[in-house]
Each structure stands twice: as structure tokens, then as C-alpha cells.
């Protein structure tokens, strides 16, 4: 569970190393945690976040599309702490995410994985039976 909800944590994020520069093709490798298991890849992106979301993406059953994105600081100086809040819709419901990170990537992978934790707890609840990904 959440430490800040009652919202089962099924996806975790274990590790993220994201690349990206002006010459550069944009690639995450990430590891994420799906119920007990662990799933590791890499995949590239339009940009460093368009990489992260698509190999998330690659490891669930549904297909979220991005309605909102938002990054604001949470505290000031070279070490602020950015909160990044990400709006989706999945199978016509719309769920929000947040994640907080000294590394605004890192926010960004921690607040998509909060919003399908979300979007999973909610869908289950109204269908009355469990989520089976497809990995």
C-alpha cells in the first residue's frame, strides 16, 4: 500500500538510467517491480519521458494516453525537490499521479507508476475482478 493512501503499490519502480542529449537518441532502461515479479528493459523515445512511459507502457495490459503533465519546484535551490503530476486516461477514466524526485525523470516514472497504481485500484474495484497484466 501507499504510505499515503489506501491504494494497493502493484507497480513499483526499481531502477531508472534515462540518456538523452541534442545528439543523442533518447533511452531508458528501467526496472519495474509488477506484483512479485520483476521485469527489466530498455527502450528508446521521442524524449527521455516519451522513452520511460513507452517502456512502462510495454509492461501493462492497458493503454494510458497523457492528457496532463506538469513539473513545479517543491523547495528552492541547486538541490530543489521537483514534484511532477501527471493526468492520464485509461479505458475512458481519468487518473492522476504524482512523484517527487531531486531528478525530474526519476518524478516523472515515479508519478505515471502512481497514476497506474491508481488507475488499476479503481478499475478493479468497478469490474469486481483482478487485473492480469500481460508480460
Not at 519521458?49 to 503533465?69: R, S
Not at 521537483?82 to 525530474?104: A, F
Request: proline share 4%.
Amino acid at each position: 500500500m501507499s504510505r499515503f493512501s489506501q491504494i494497493p503499490t502493484v507497480y513499483e519502480l526499481e531502477y531508472l538510467h534515462v540518456v538523452s542529449g541534442s545528439e543523442l537518441i533518447p533511452s531508458a532502461t528501467l526496472r519495474l517491480r509488477v506484483g512479485e515479479e520483476v521485469f527489466q528493459l530498455a527502450t528508446s523515445g521521442d524524449g527521455p519521458v516519451d522513452a520511460i512511459y513507452t517502456g512502462i507502457n510495454e509492461l501493462i495490459q492497458y493503454e494510458p494516453e497523457v492528457k496532463d503533465y506538469e513539473i513545479r519546484s517543491v523547495t528552492r535551490g541547486q538541490d530543489a525537490l521537483g514534484e511532477v503530476s501527471v493526468k492520464l486516461e485509461i479505458n475512458g477514466e481519468t487518473v492522476n499521479g504524482r512523484g517527487t524526485s531531486t531528478d525530474v525523470l526519476e518524478a516523472s516514472a515515479k508519478a505515471y507508476v502512481d497514476a497506474l497504481n491508481r488507475a488499476r485500484y479503481h478499475l478493479e474495484n468497478q469490474s469486481g475482478e483482478p487485473i492480469t497484466d500481460t508480460v
